[in-house]
C-alpha cells in the first residue's frame, strides 16, 4: 500500500489549505482512508475519514464546519480542504488507508508520510 500525500505549507490564521492523498491502485477502491495530525510531544490526532464509496464523511469535533474531506475516485486521490485555519491547527498532516471499518473505529492500517501544515497567527 503506498500513500503520498502533499499539501502542506505555511499560512496565516484564518487561511486556507488543501492537502491531497494519492493513494495506490490495488487499495483505493477497497479502503477507507483518513487523515491525523500531531504536533511533538502528543499523540496522533485523527481529524477526519471517508468511506470508500465516498458517502459518508467523519470529522473531529475540532475541526468540523471548517475541513471538508473529499475523494476523487478518477485520480484516486482523497483531498482535505482547510477552511478557516487556526494555530492549533498546526501540525504534521497523515494519510491514512486501512479496511473499510477504519473509518468507524481509527485504526487504520497504512500511513503515508507527513506534510507541515504551520498556522501563523
Known amino acids: 500500500v503506498q500513500l503520498q500525500a502533499s499539501g502542506g505549507g505555511l499560512v496565516q490564521s484564518g487561511g486556507s489549505l488543501r492537502l491531497a492523498c494519492t493513494v495506490s491502485?490495488?487499495?483505493?477502491?477497497?479502503?477507507?482512508t483518513g487523515w491525523f495530525r500531531q504536533v511533538p510531544e502528543k499523540e496522533r490526532e485523527f481529524v477526519a475519514g471517508i468511506t470508500v464509496s465516498g458517502s459518508s464523511t467523519y470529522g473531529a469535533d475540532s475541526v468540523k464546519g471548517r475541513f471538508t474531506i473529499s475523494r476523487d475516485n478518477a485520480k484516486m486521490t482523497v483531498y482535505l480542504q482547510m477552511n478557516s485555519l487556526k494555530p492549533e491547527d498546526s501540525g504534521v498532516y497523515y494519510c491514512?488507508?486501512?479496511?473499510?471499518?477504519?473509518?468507524?473505529?481509527?485504526?487504520?492500517?497504512?500511513w503515508g508520510q507527513g506534510t507541515q501544515v504551520t498556522v501563523s497567527s
Open positions: 491502485e490495488y487499495t483505493y477502491n477497497a479502503y477507507s
Open positions: 491514512a488507508a486501512g479496511p473499510p471499518a477504519s473509518v468507524v473505529t481509527r485504526n487504520f492500517t497504512s
